[in-house]
Nanobody, 122 residues
Framework: QVQLVESGGGLVQAGGSLRLSCAAS????????MGWYRQAPGKQREVVAG??????????NYADSVKGRFTISRDNAKNTMYLQMNSLKPEDTAIYYC?????????????WGQGTQVTVSS
């Protein structure tokens, strides 16, 4: 059974930093793209950052609102994805979710973690 487990959320003051982790089950070779999304109260879920699979060159993309402040990375040996968040702002407050596209079935399937709360106080 596929599992994605996020951790690292919490309460931080504006200007502070947090590092989120997303541990994925299975082999890293079974995962194509991975990404981070967030959902603030009363808003739709939005993409924060994504990292493409090896076949797509591992291309990285960021939402304009986090460019220059957030960094996404992936450790294939640990099958874990990270989101380093610096210079946090109150508007970054949201539940952060990771997702992963697994290639073990056809068509590929996307799985989601349970989410981790990030709260930035002003």
């Amino acid at each position: 059974q596929v599992q994605l487990v996020e951790s690292g959320g919490g309460l931080v003051q504006a200007g502070g930093s947090l590092r989120l982790s997303c541990a994925a089950s299975g082999s890293s070779s079974s995962i194509n793209a991975m990404g981070w999304y967030r959902q603030a109260p009363g808003k739709q879920r939005e993409v924060v950052a994504g990292i493409a699979g090896i076949t797509d060159g591992g291309r990285i993309n960021y939402a304009d609102s986090v460019k220059g402040r957030f960094t996404i990375s992936r450790d294939n040996a640990k099958n874990t994805m990270y989101l380093q968040m610096n210079s946090l702002k109150p508007e970054d407050t949201a539940i952060y979710y990771c997702n992963a596209v697994y290639t073990t079935t056809m068509p590929y399937r996307t799985y989601w973690g349970q989410g981790t709360q990030v709260t930035v106080s002003s």
